[in-house]
Nanobody, 120 residues
Framework: VQLQASGGGLVQSGGSLRLSCAAS????????MGWYRQAPGKQRELVAV???????NYVDFVKGRFTISRDNAKKTVDLQMNSLKHEDTAIYYC???????????????WGQGAQVTVSS
């Protein structure tokens, strides 16, 4: 099982970026999917999460600016980021809480990270 993130880059303050993450492999079921981020010198923090039935949850500092969505058929999760601020600069990691066919227990899998840099 692998998660592949894409879509990071450099954008000016107030701009937009869209991150995508695709899960691949022999996956039996995907539960929650979401995004964390880690800024230089800081701990990794949750940004947004979406359940298998589409319920979403956001941390306060991105509410109204970021939108998480998923496509269960394609096993993808996206993060649309608008009104970006310099403090949104970080490496963004997607994750999926899933069960693979070869493993009886559910586990959390991580993508490789996508750099988002917002210039002030």
């Amino acid at each position: 099982v692998q998660l592949q993130a894409s879509g990071g880059g450099l954008v000016q303050s107030g701009g937009s970026l869209r991150l995508s993450c695709a899960a691949s492999g022999t996956i039996f079921r995907i539960n929650d999917m979401g995004w964390y981020r880690q800024a230089p010198g800081k701990q990794r923090e949750l940004v947004a999460v979406i359940s298998s039935d589409g319920a979403t949850n956001y941390v306060d500092f991105v509410k109204g600016r970021f939108t998480i969505s998923r496509d269960n058929a394609k096993k993808t999760v996206d993060l649309q980021m608008n009104s970006l601020k310099h403090e949104d600069t970080a490496i963004y990691y997607c994750y999926a809480h899933l069960r693979a066919y070869s493993i009886a227990l559910e586990s959390i899998y991580w993508g490789q990270g996508a750099q988002v840099t917002v210039s002030s």
